[in-house]
């Protein structure tokens, strides 16, 4: 059996910081709210006629020569986004064309803040299967794109950004152990965006409606985050006998902090297992995770327990379990 695992790490944000203090001299808000209700303190925001693709092929350039791959040895680009650069094509096979990938086929996976679990898990297939030896995933999101920055209920939350992982086989043993994902469409009322797709087209109502950006009931999907991302991680840690002492990293969605706070209660971790980067980056969707693996990365040891957690629109959500395969270089 052909274990997968990470076994390098990347991440790219864009330079602009938006500010809580600029945030409130452009909507009815403050510092205070925003870093006792969320947490979040700036977000980067991607400026110049750049898309997502454009921070994903950053974040895959970086990842190639950090870990000393040739572009033409890449079999496979899997990207979890929901802001691609346009409707077709996909942002991975842009990313294709623009790092040079020559050997490599790619597609696009939409779960919303879950999509890097899910892009992960798929990709962990094409290792295990033996059809592929080096994959690479790409969490890229340009919420910037589609945040109403007239609304203070939610431009306060999102920011922009990428993060790459190459996954390789690994020792038995190590790398991607098991995974719990799961959807529930009827929760799509309280977390979408209304007009785009084929439901409703774009038209001057559906622009004047403002109806292009995210739309959320925030308490109603709060309620749900804390309890359905504790589930999974609570499910998980006790199916593979992991004890909380025993879990070196939780890898939350970064979307609350308090959300952070009340699911490693419930596993019964403290805030030193946390990883945490909601106050320099906000919600980067399909970003979150990868950018805090980077930024940990000098951090995570060979054979560290980790779990990945998160919820998002759809609902999506799961937990991915995993032994960390490689010592910081
Ligand atoms: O990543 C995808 C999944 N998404 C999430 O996990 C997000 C889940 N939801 C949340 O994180 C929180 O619900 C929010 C951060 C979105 C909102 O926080 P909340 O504590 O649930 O606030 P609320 O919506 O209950 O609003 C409380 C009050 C309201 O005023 P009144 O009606 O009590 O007078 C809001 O109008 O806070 C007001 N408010 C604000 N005040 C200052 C809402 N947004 C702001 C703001 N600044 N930016």
Redesign the pocket.
């Known amino acids: 059996m052909i274990a997968a695992g990470i076994t390098g790490i990347s991440g790219w944000v864009p330079e602009y910081r938006l500010t809580n203090d600029e945030l409130s001299t452009m909507?009815?808000?403050?510092d205070e709210?925003?870093m006792q209700?969320?947490g979040i303190k700036e977000r980067r925001i991607l400026k110049g006629g750049l898309a997502t693709s454009d921070m994903g092929t950053e974040a895959v350039k970086k990842l190639l020569e950090k870990t000393g791959t040739k572009p033409g040895e890449i079999d496979l680009v899997i990207t979890a986004t929901i802001t691609p650069d346009m409707q077709f094509p996909s942002v991975s096979t842009l990313i294709c064309h623009k790092a040079g990938l020559t050997n490599a086929w790619g597609y696009d996976l939409a779960a919303?803040?879950s999509g890097f679990l899910f892009a992960l898990t798929t990709a962990e297939k094409f290792i295990t299967s033996g059809a592929h030896k080096k994959v690479i995933v790409v969490g890229a999101d340009m919420m910037s794109a589609i945040t109403d920055y007239t609304d203070?209920?939610?431009c306060?939350?999102f920011g922009d950004g990428a993060g790459a992982v190459l996954l390789e086989p690994v020792e038995e043993g190590l790398g991607l152990i098991d995974n719990i994902l799961e959807v529930d469409g009827s929760g799509y009322k309280n977390?979408h965006m209304k007009a785009g797709g084929s439901l409703r087209p774009a038209s001057i109502e559906t622009v004047q409606n403002r109806e292009h950006y995210v739309f959320?009931e925030?308490?109603a999907?709060?309620k749900v985050?804390v309890s359905k991302m504790a589930d999974v991680s609570v499910d998980i840690m006790k199916r593979n006998k992991v004890k909380p002492e025993e879990l070196k990293w939780l890898v939350p969605?970064q979307?609350?902090m308090r959300?952070i706070e009340a699911v490693a209660r419930r596993m019964g971790i403290n805030k030193e297992q946390v990883m945490i980067n909601i106050q320099k980056y906000g919600?980067t969707?399909a970003a979150t995770i990868p950018l805090c693996l980077w930024e940990y990365e000098s951090r995570i040891k060979k054979g560290d327990n980790v779990i990945l957690a998160a919820?998002?629109?759809g609902f999506t959500w799961g937990s991915v379990y995993l032994k960390w395969a490689y010592d910081p270089k």
């Open positions: 909507v009815d808000t403050t709210w925003i209700r969320i919303a803040c203070r209920t939610t306060p939350l977390l959320q925030g308490q999907v709060f985050a969605h979307a609350n959300i919600n969707t919820f998002g629109g």
